[in-house]
């Protein structure tokens, strides 16, 4: 965790420092209440602030109103030090803003106790943060859908019509992989023209487009359990093919870059869907089980394992194109024990309660994260059974997408 250590006393400085870089946190110290403010209003603070409360320029409390006053979705929290200890003086502390006091001189284990209360509150803001952020994202995602399918029932011209029933026959059997190059373009080409793009075609190309300096890639996986293959599909078009693609849709101009990334984003999320839906016609089942994203090309800093099969596409569009490229991979099914299991693991088969076969308690599709695995194993152990998880295990690319890493 990183902190800020805020006192004027300079043995209290290096009693902190030496504490807590022990404890394994990365520490700043700085000595008056300028210094700590400047170092609190920056856009990635650090997660926890212990200031004293009488310093030079700016006392603690000062900059406990100036955070609580801040607009930043997120603040540090703050633990207070001070030699103050009357009632009075404890409550004008926690009234300023402050999250926690302590009274010097302080016993190191009593700060320990505090500094535990602090990670764990700090963990829980964090991940409600992060709840908030991805429901304002799926909001403004959910936003774009009606407006798109507003725009397609006012003045669709049946592009779409009968889609399932075009590609139903029309697609290859399986395979070892799965699907043919050339009749996954004929699916994609049926697909793209579904969502409203006019006409479209989409052609198996020997090499990959090369990225301009200003393009977009969005992604969307399918997983065949069946066959344990796991299917990465990457669409990529630079700037003036994305507005030209939103303005074709919507009969509008983007008006953020952000706006454009959602929208590039549920555009291929519905694609990608129609192609499961056409490939699931033709007896060729599988799995959506993570929704679409999109990024600036330029940011994208993943490479599928040395194992895995890249094939490439061209996409041409009315007053659009861009490039498909398709990742295949195994991902086998796993029987795994609780032990085994990692977030992100994704469930191949519905999973039965250990006390209740006919009682699913997940179903197919479904990533598992940690408090799901503290379930399980919670079940288990009430159950008394040893429980085998099957999985599935996401791809290097996936990771990257919906996780913003990459794992081993």
Known sequence: MNILVADDDALIRRLLLALLTKLGHEVQAVDDGFAAWKALDVDNPPALAIMDWVMPGMDGVEVCRKLRASPRKTRPYVLLLSSKSEKQEVIAGLDAGADDYLVKPFDPMALMARLRVAQRIITYQQELQ??????????????????????????GDGT???????????????????????????????????????????????????????????????????????????????????????ESLLGR???????????????????????????GDAS????????????????????????????HHAVHLSGAQGSLTVVRQGSPVLRKSLGQLHPFDILAENLPSPSASEVFLLNQGVTLSERYIEKLSSLAKSAQVDLRVPVIQPSRIAEFFCLGRVGN
């Not at 992060?130 to 003045?155: V, Y």
């Not at 069946?226 to 078009?237: K, T, Y």
């Open 253 to 279: 101009i983007p008006v953020s870059e952000r706006e454009l990334l959602d929208f590039l984003a549920e555009t291929f999320n519905l694609i990608c869907t129609s192609v499961k839906t056409a490939l």
């Open 160 to 246: 779409g019509a009968g889609i399932l029933g075009a590609a139903k026959g029309g697609v290859e059997k399986a395979t070892p992989r799965i699907v043919a190059d050339e009749r996954l373009a004929e699916v994609f080409t049926i697909s793209f023209a579904a969502v409203g793009l006019g006409s479209a075609k989409v052609t198996v190309a020997e090499a990959p487009a090369v990225p301009g300096p200003s393009s977009f890639t969005a992604w969307a996986p399918l997983a065949f359990v069946n066959q344990g293959v796991w299917m990465d599909f990457l669409f990529e078009a630079d700037d003036a093919s994305a507005v030209a693609m939103f």
């Open 130 to 155: 992060d709840n908030i952020s991805a429901m304002e994202t799926m909001l403004q995602r959910h936003n774009l859908l009606g407006e798109m399918f507003g725009k397609q029932s006012r003045g």
């Open 284 to 311: 060729i089942p599988a799995l959506a089980p993570l929704i679409s994203r999109s990024i600036r090309t330029s940011s994208m800093t993943v490479k599928p394992r040395a194992s895995a099969t890249v094939t």
